[in-house]
């Protein structure tokens, strides 16, 4: 089974700032996928494939990686962007798995 | 507009079972794979099950497999899980899902339906 181990489990950003987060993957995988849960909802896919932003997600999003290492970037955080963001592996199935979290608030 | 709309949740002893169901719309629900994916509380997700369009093939991690039974009735646009045995590690909010069967990622996801397990 294939381990997904996010960074950082938390942090805080403020409007305007930089944010990257990191998934690592316990032995390489062909592609990341991302979901961004905002309080009290269900997941949205937010990037997919590694690098492609699901429909409706705005473009100072970015996702990139390859192998064991992925990252998902926001050029300029915003309000919205508070969420909780899960990586997700399925290139080594059953079982497909995700990572623990990073929980994105603002500052 | 897609919509995954799960039903069946609430308060079940350990060692019995219940029966979670997830009525589809908005696409044509036999061109894809379907899976529940389960979140306690608190914590992260974790994917508890996979069905491929015909219901000929399923798929479940360790953690619940000989107990839950994933299924579906395309003629009738829904998706089922059957889990039996329940033990207090399966308490989460399950979650209905979508995947095209060569993509494996979920591109859409119901609201939830939350599952507890005490006595």
């Known amino acids: 089974e294939i381990v997904l181990t996010q960074s950082p489990t938390t942090m805080a950003a403020s409007p305007g700032e930089k944010v990257t987060l990191t998934c690592r993957a316990s032995?390489?995988?062909?592609?990341m996928h991302w979901y961004q849960q905002r309080s009290g909802t269900s997941p949205k896919l937010w990037i997919y494939e590694t690098s492609k932003l699901a429909s409706g997600v705005p473009n100072r999003f970015s996702g990139s990686g390859s192998g064991t290492s992925y990252s998902l970037t926001i050029n300029s955080m915003e309000t919205e962007d508070a969420a909780t963001y899960y990586c997700?592996?399925?290139?080594?199935?059953?079982?497909?798995?995700f990572g623990g979290g990073t929980k994105l608030e603002l500052k | 507009e897609v919509q995954l709309v799960e039903s069946g949740g609430g308060l079940v002893q350990p060692g019995r079972s219940l029966k979670l169901s997830c009525a589809a719309s908005?696409?044509?629900?036999?061109?894809?794979?379907m899976a529940w994916v389960r979140q306690a509380p608190k914590k992260g997700l974790e994917w508890v099950a996979t069905?491929?369009?015909?219901?000929?093939?399923?798929y479940y991690p360790d953690s619940v497999k000989g107990r839950f039974t994933i299924s579906r009735d395309n003629a009738k646009s829904s998706l089922y899980l059957q889990m039996n045995s329940l033990k207090s590690e399966d308490t989460a909010t399950y979650y209905c899902?979508?995947?095209?069967?060569?993509?494996?990622?979920?591109?859409?996801w119901g609201q939830g339906v939350m599952v507890t397990v005490s006595s």
């Open positions: 069905i491929s369009t015909s219901g000929s093939r399923t």
């Open positions: 997700q592996q399925g290139s080594s199935y059953p079982p497909m798995t």
């Open positions: 908005g696409f044509t629900f036999s061109n894809y794979y």
């Open positions: 032995s390489s995988v062909s592609y």
């Open positions: 899902a979508r995947r095209l069967s060569y993509n494996y990622y979920f591109d859409y």
